[in-house]
């Protein structure tokens, strides 16, 4: 990943400006949809041949809009954050059902991964009720438009925060 950048603020937004990275990125979603799928009660099977080109390039376009400068705008113009970046990923992976099943975790999984990936990891509570676990409140609100993108993107900034015990973090 060689042109990969980030802005001068340490939680600016991912560039991902060259076809090797977005190609890298696009085929580690495939690997975490197959794995969350080997895992979970899932009620499909990885897809093969044309379903499988179809998903990665969804995928592919996807992290296209999130990561790459479109028409002169870099996403540094576009989001005001990693973590709004994060947010709009997994809103577009999520409601444009990229898969025939496990959207709202590849989503979710996949774009905490990218936040970490940037040391910015997000400790939310984790509670195996679903009532009390705020992952799965944060995925459910997000497809069903609860809250808005903006307040989504907030909690996760609160989450990081939080995980680091250090408020100057941001």
């Not at 400790?123 to 679903?130: F, I, K, M, R, T």
């Given at each position: 990943m060689a042109t990969t950048q980030r802005?001068?603020?340490p939680l600016a937004p991912l560039?991902?400006?060259?076809?090797?990275?977005?190609?890298?990125?696009?085929a580690a979603v495939m690997r975490l949809h197959s794995t969350l799928m080997s895992v979970g009660r899932?009620?499909?099977?990885?897809?093969?041949?044309?379903?499988?080109?179809?998903?990665?390039?969804?995928?592919e376009s996807v992290l296209a809009g999130a990561f790459c400068t479109i028409?002169?705008?870099?996403?540094?113009d576009r989001f005001a954050d990693i973590f709004d970046q994060a947010t709009y990923v997994a809103e577009h992976?999520?409601?444009?059902?990229?898969?025939?099943d496990?959207?709202?975790?590849?989503?979710?999984?996949?774009?905490?991964?990218?936040?970490?990936?940037?040391?910015?990891?997000?400790?939310?509570?984790?509670?195996?009720?679903?009532?009390?676990?705020?992952y799965y409140a944060w995925i459910q609100d997000l497809v069903s438009g609860n809250r808005s993108c903006a307040d989504?993107?907030?909690?996760?900034?609160?989450?990081?925060?939080a995980g680091t015990g250090d408020p100057s973090h941001v």
């Open positions: 802005g001068a603020h560039v991902l400006d060259d076809a090797g990275s977005l190609e890298a990125m696009a899932c009620y499909t099977t990885d897809a093969t041949g044309d379903r499988a080109a179809l998903e990665l390039g969804r995928i028409f002169g705008q870099s996403p540094t992976m999520v409601k444009d059902q990229i898969f025939e496990c959207n709202k975790r590849t989503s979710l999984v996949f774009a905490l991964s990218v936040l970490r990936l940037v040391s910015s990891p997000v400790v939310l509570s984790d509670s195996p009720e679903a009532k009390d676990n705020q989504l993107a907030e909690e996760l900034l609160r989450g990081c925060v």
